[in-house]
């Protein structure tokens, strides 16, 4: 879900190869790039009071905005319910948190069972996780009734949006997903996917100001006197490049990449079943899942003929991410190979 | 503590720069070289068989080994006994990893005292911290009689050096505090701190590769089936660039380095104290800490006048670094203004 970041991403990175978030005050610059990226980011997911922090990735954001849930919570037995599809660095996360999960079943079309959801909440329900474009085949979980359900159990809703967050506000027509659904309390959303800059640039933003409280840390002897992400040091470098690709593409820039990501997605879901392929959902971003009667081994022969393709044993399938670097003739030549 | 990369560490990141060790079956080539980081960090801190990885800094590091050590010891209420000089990046992980921190007082050289690190051990005791070069004060825990309570008391014993670790191999009389220790279990070494790599590359050891199992992840779609690190997706650039430095600058590279730091450390702590400034401890390490009667105000007009120096409420000093890129002209404007 990385891509080759953007020539303008590179030069700035460079421009910023010395500079270190984790102690503010050498670097009143930079830290002023990191407020105009979140301050665009939380315009983009339509919040203006969005505060947050770019990290070093999804598991740095997802975990910050479940230590928070947890933090504010305050309960003896921690639980969170998520989907079965979540992101596998939430189990890294319940680990080090001591959170318990309880994941809910998906619907026929890969998304979160929303009746479920409601039936497992108690009271040490500290967070319910909903994914905007799930890793492994791109659905998109039903977020407004989550959210509805949140506001009215008060519990936190955390969205992660790490890889759909920079697709879905360039689409025409999408489900809401961002801080216009009242419930939405965080959200993980990380340029250094699709939004073409340096590894690591994650993003987490949280609803309001006061939500970060619940994760700060004293830094006694550093010019700023406090933290709120988890790691320390944080390289500026990656934060610029971010900034420089969002000054450069713009909005306009963004939505054409998006569309031809589309396009080729579309052309590669019909090859697909045209040679007799399964697609497992209708790609409802730039993510393809099929199947054969003997995925495994197809994947294995893919591997071998130099596609490296990813298999998920757990959804039987083979999943192609079709990132801004895929071109038509990737495709073309993909499902040449294929049939 | 971080300082300008050097010149070679730009030019091997811009190689690697859009390479993912979060998906190690694309990236083979990124995998060698952190494996060959890795090796030459375990043969630096004497011990062949380390295992580690290259992680986002001190604070992932510290975390990955009391995660391992809190998992390992399995223990309903754990603790970590560790000195009051620790890094303050264990607070963050004591909160995210609900440990019970059992803090140490310091003796006269804040050094911690090992008297009282034996008689709170108990067993709820998961691991036993020692700083070899505190953030602050760059003083050295006597990590050979901590290793020797460790071996005795059979606890795991976590070595934070993400500053030290690239300094003391390089000077000629140094306490022990790596793997040669018997009850060493872990070390944090830092290559963006005095490794001169580009940010975030800091550096986990742990003794021998079975206790990495007890933080393992699986990635089912990945083209890697298991992640050790806190971050999924990671650089290799940074990666790249601290091989680079490495190949580049050999042992004897880092020995001219860090005796010209520790030279004008030798310089800055002989002027404070003509002028009649107190040096808070004979630096170790490349780092001096001063008072004046009035410390806080001085940093203040310090500040005003460019130099921007630390200080810390803790000890009441100032405290200056002397890292790669500070010259003997740099020191002496300092004392002269100083004076």
Known sequence: MCTKPHPIAEKANRMFFDSNL??????????QVEKEVISQLGELLNNKNATGFLVTGGTEANMMALLAARNKAKVEKP?????????????????????????IPLDKAFRVKVSEVERNINKNTVAIV??????????IDPIEQISEIAVKNKVWHHV?????????????????????LQ???????????????????????????????????????????????????RTGAAVASAWAV??????????????????????????????????????QLNIVAFRSNN??????????????????????????????HTKQKHVAAFLNDLA
Not at 22 to 31: A, C, M, N, S, Y
Not at 92 to 102: A, E, S
Not at 160 to 171: C, E, N, R, S
Not at 186 to 213: Q, W, Y
């Open 130 to 139: 909903g994914t905007a474009g799930t890793a492994e085949l791109g659905a």
């Open 246 to 283: 969002f000054r450069f593409l713009g909005r306009d820039g963004f939505e054409r990449i998006v569309k031809n990501c589309i396009k080729n997605t579309v052309t590669l879901a019909k090859g697909l079943k045209k040679i007799g392929f399964e697609v497992l959902c209708e790609p």
């Open 22 to 31: 984790g102690d503010k005050g050498l670097f009143p610059g930079t830290v």
């Open 79 to 103: 639980e969170v319910i998520l989907p079965y599809s979540a992101h596998f660095s939430f189990n890294k996360i319940f680990n080090m948190l001591k959170i318990k999960p309880i994941y």
């Open 183 to 233: 419930g939405v309390t965080s959200i993980t959303v990380d340029p250094h996917k699709m939004g073409m800059a340096a590894i690591p640039t994650g993003g987490i933003l949280f609803r309001d100001r006061t939500l970060i409280e619940l994760i700060k840390t004293e830094t006694p002897y550093l010019t700023g006197k406090t933290q709120f992400t988890i790691a320390g040091t």
């Open 160 to 180: 992660d949006a790490a890889f759909g967050g920079l697709i879905l506000p360039f689409l025409k027509e999408t489900p809401l997903f961002d801080f216009r």
């Open 295 to 324: 995925t495994g081994k197809l994947a294995e022969i893919l591997w071998r003929k130099g596609w490296f393709i990813s298999y998920i044993p757990k959804y039987d399938c083979i999943r192609v991410v079709l990132m801004p």
